[in-house]
T-cell receptor, first 114, second 111 residues
Framework: DTAVSQTPKYLVTQMGNDKSIKCEQNLGHDTMYWYKQDSKKFLKIMFSYNNKELIINETVPNRFSPKSPDKAHLNLHINSLELGDSAVYFC?????????????FGPGTRLTVT | RKEVEQDPGPFNVPEGATVAFNCTYSNSASQSFFWYRQDCRKEPKLLMSVYSSGNEDGRFTAQLNRASQYISLLIRDSKLSDSATYLCVVNRRGSQGNLIFGKGTKLSVKP
């Protein structure tokens, strides 16, 4: 009965590879997010989708491409991985797009690029 | 100036102590404020929202001073289980859910 789930939990890969992270929420929420938490522990939003529509796209390299096949899923595809992409990536969801709502986070995907 | 600033700590306190965390934010138009808690190698979880009049949830009290753009969290009677990083979170007005997270203050409660 996990609310927000992500796969894989750990991902170790080499520079230049392409990888995907999957996220699913069973909370019936309309809005989903991707965050990046780097080694300095800053948690920064990358993307937000509302009902499969992109609504927030922060300054993120275009090597990162989110895809939302339906409102319960938001996947993140990363092309040509670089060392600086190593971080923990969190998926989150909230009932609405308003910033007044609690965001529920997945357990995170720890990406290591070698 | 960072959008949300917090003292990184760590705060090392004995069980039963009272500890206070402070946070400042730069966007005076921000409208929603939260404290999240993040345990080591875990995801952030909402601890409490922060309301203009101040609010309390058990041992936790949150205060907001809009004029000073300052948010605080007070933990009374600290427990070992309170050990975590506490994240101050502010929404960016008009951003449709865009939350800005502070770097967090690490708390370690010792027996």
């Amino acid at each position: 009965d996990t609310a927000v789930s992500q796969t894989p939990k750990y991902l170790v890969t080499q520079m230049g590879n392409d990888k995907s992270i999957k996220c699913e929420q069973n909370l019936g929420h309309d809005t989903m997010y991707w965050y990046k938490q780097d080694s300095k522990k800053f948690l920064k939003i990358m993307f937000s989708y509302n009902n499969k529509e992109l609504i927030i796209n922060e300054t993120v390299p275009n090597r990162f491409s989110p895809k939302s096949p339906d409102k319960a899923h938001l996947n993140l595809h990363i092309n040509s991985l670089e060392l600086g992409d190593s971080a923990v990536y969190f998926c989150a969801s909230s009932p609405r797009t308003s910033g007044t709502y609690e965001q529920y986070f997945g357990p995170g995907t720890r990406l290591t690029v070698t | 100036r960072k959008e949300v600033e917090q003292d990184p700590g760590p705060f090392n306190v004995p069980e039963g102590a009272t500890v206070a965390f402070n946070c400042t934010y730069s966007n005076s138009a921000s409208q929603s404020f939260f404290w999240y808690r993040q345990d080591c190698r875990k995801e952030p979880k909402l601890l409490m929202s922060v309301y203009s009049s101040g609010n309390e949830d058990g041992r936790f009290t949150a205060q907001l001073n809009r004029a000073s753009q300052y948010i605080s969290l007070l933990i009374r009677d600290s427990k070992l289980s309170d050990s975590a990083t506490y994240l101050c979170v502010v929404n960016r007005r008009g951003s449709q859910g865009n939350l800005i997270f502070g770097k967090g203050t690490k708390l370690s409660v010792k027996p």
